[in-house]
T-cell receptor, first 115, second 114 residues
Framework: EPEVTQTPSHQVTQMGQEVILRCVPI?????FYWYRQILGQKVEFLVS????????KSEIFDDQFSVERPDGSNFTLKIRSTKLEDSAMYFC?????????????FGEGSRLTVL | AQSVAQPEDQVNVAEGNPLTVKCTYS??????LFWYVQYPNRGLQFLLK??????LVKGSYGFEAEFNKSQTSFHLKKPSALVSDSALYFC????????????FGAGTRLFVKA
């Protein structure tokens, strides 16, 4: 069964450093998302991405965050200058061509620890 | 703006008993509603969804959910709980415009005791 893959599974970084989290969505999916989950609690929407541009973003997704689909398969989330409060589990998700009715397919997540 | 409320942080049930995990929602227009489950240190897995049609929808692992438009609810149910159902359950709603973002409730932790 096709799946969303994420790397790294865990990254530890120093405050102020740049971090790139990588995702490979399911190949025929068209809509891509990043979510984060702090301490196993609420799952928070960060950004949605379609046709090589951001469709929607939350207040969390400020100028320190960016997303990119550099090569038609990877979908990356970059945090330019990490803060302690960026420590969280980051999930990539994708849906096929019917974004309103299709369920999200999630990766296993990348745990980011900022020291 | 859409929102989802899961009023219970935790639900405890004995194995073999029926379970209900509650969810209410608020959204403009037609609601697209989902349930997801998360096991420890894993990503979220889709359980079931309501898009249109029958108010009772059936999903994976014997779960079902009942859509109630007048009460704006979408409660998750299972007739007979298993210990292996113990996990974190999220109700979610999707809007009809923009980036079609899915908004999740705060989650309800289900404990099924043998």
């Amino acid at each position: 069964e096709p799946e969303v893959t994420q790397t790294p599974s865990h990254q530890v970084t120093q405050m102020g450093q740049e971090v790139i989290l990588r995702c490979v969505p399911i190949s025929n999916h068209l809509y891509f998302y990043w979510y984060r989950q702090i301490l196993g609690q609420k799952v928070e929407f960060l950004v949605s991405f379609y046709n090589n541009e951001i469709s929607e973003k939350s207040e969390i997704f400020d100028d320190q965050f960016s997303v990119e689909r550099p090569d038609g398969s990877n979908f990356t989330l970059k945090i330019r200058s990490t803060k302690l409060e960026d420590s969280a589990m980051y999930f990539c998700a994708s849906t096929p061509g019917l974004p309103n009715t299709g369920e999200l397919f999630f990766g296993e997540g990348s745990r980011l620890t900022v020291l | 703006a859409q929102s989802v409320a899961q009023p219970e942080d935790q639900v405890n049930v004995a194995e073999g008993n029926p379970l209900t995990v509650k969810c209410t929602y608020s959204v403009s227009g037609n609601p697209y509603l989902f349930w997801y489950v998360q096991y420890p240190n894993r990503g979220l897995q889709f359980l079931l969804k309501y898009i249109t049609g029958d108010n009772l929808v059936k999903g994976s692992y014997g779960f079902e959910a009942e859509f109630n438009k007048s009460q704006t609810s979408f409660h998750l149910k299972k007739p007979s709980a298993l210990v292996s159902d113990s996990a974190l359950y999220f109700c979610a709603v999707r809007g009809n415009t923009g980036g079609f973002k899915t908004i999740f409730g705060a989650g309800t932790r289900l404990f099924v005791k043998a």
